[in-house]
């Protein structure tokens, strides 16, 4: 069954202390994985996708990895306006997006 | 308007009322979606239209009914609901068929409380 895991629920950092998110998938048949960012009463807003192990994608504090099992979006000196709940999801042979339950990220001035 | 376009964008109900959900989207795509999003849960998905033919329905209760009109158009009739309906109804779209460039994009959400 296809399934994503994300850790940890919730992360607080005080601004400028790096950190990881983690997201790890079972899928048949990986089409591509994707992270979006969801204000609170909001939409997710696309962030990036990866498609094969190996692959990186970096956009301002962000930056996106990809393996056969995992992924992980490193946040390189945060600020307050990076706190929002950043959700993974994969896409399956089928066109399926599967979610993960998010991290809720809180970086404190 | 560009994007995917949800309204209302909040809506209380009794558990006897009848109401629609609506989106819009302008981003000439021909696949849609509804999700359900509850708090500390990952986004279900509800029903999936793609050339407006219904192509999913997740086991969803018959008190949720969708419609899409057309490729642009997508509408969610609720009646009957449950207090545990209560969520952020969330529409999205997408290509079929290509190569997932940018997954779904999103609208807005509405967030129903029904009392």
């Known amino acids: 069954e296809d399934q994503v895991t994300q850790s940890p629920e919730a992360l607080r950092l005080q601004e400028g202390e790096s950190s990881s998110l983690n997201c790890s998938y079972t899928?048949?048949?990986?089409?591509?994985l994707f992270w979006y960012r969801q204000d609170p009463g909001k939409g997710p807003e696309f962030l990036f996708t990866?498609?094969?192990a190996g692959e990186e994608k970096e956009k301002e504090r962000l930056k996106a990895t990809l393996t056969k099992k995992e992924s992980f979006l490193h946040i390189t000196a945060p600020k307050p306006e990076d706190s929002a709940t950043y959700l993974c999801?994969?896409?399956?042979?089928?066109?399926?997006?599967?979610f993960g339950q998010g991290t809720t990220l809180q970086v404190k001035p | 308007e560009t994007g995917v376009t949800q309204t209302p964008r909040h809506l209380v109900m009794g558990m006897t009322n009848k109401k629609s959900l609506k989106c819009e989207q302008h981003?000439?795509?021909?696949?849609m979606y509804w999700y359900k999003q509850s708090a500390k849960k990952p986004l279900e998905l509800m029903f999936v239209?793609?050339?407006?033919?219904?192509?999913e329905n997740n086991s969803v209760p018959s008190r949720f009914s969708p419609e899409c009109p057309n490729s642009s158009h997508l509408f969610l009739h609720l009646h009957t609901l449950q207090p545990e309906d209560s969520a952020l109804y969330l529409c999205?779209?997408?290509?079929?068929?290509?190569?997932?460039?940018?997954?779904?994009?999103f609208g807005s959400g509405t967030r129903l409380t029904v009392v």
């Open positions: 999205a779209s997408s290509q079929a068929g290509r190569n997932p460039k940018y997954g779904y994009t």
């Open positions: 899928v048949s048949g990986l089409r591509g």
């Open positions: 990866l498609y094969s």
């Open positions: 999801a994969v896409q399956d042979n089928t066109g399926k997006l599967i």
């Open positions: 981003l000439g795509h021909n696949a």
């Open positions: 239209y793609s050339l407006e033919e219904r192509v």
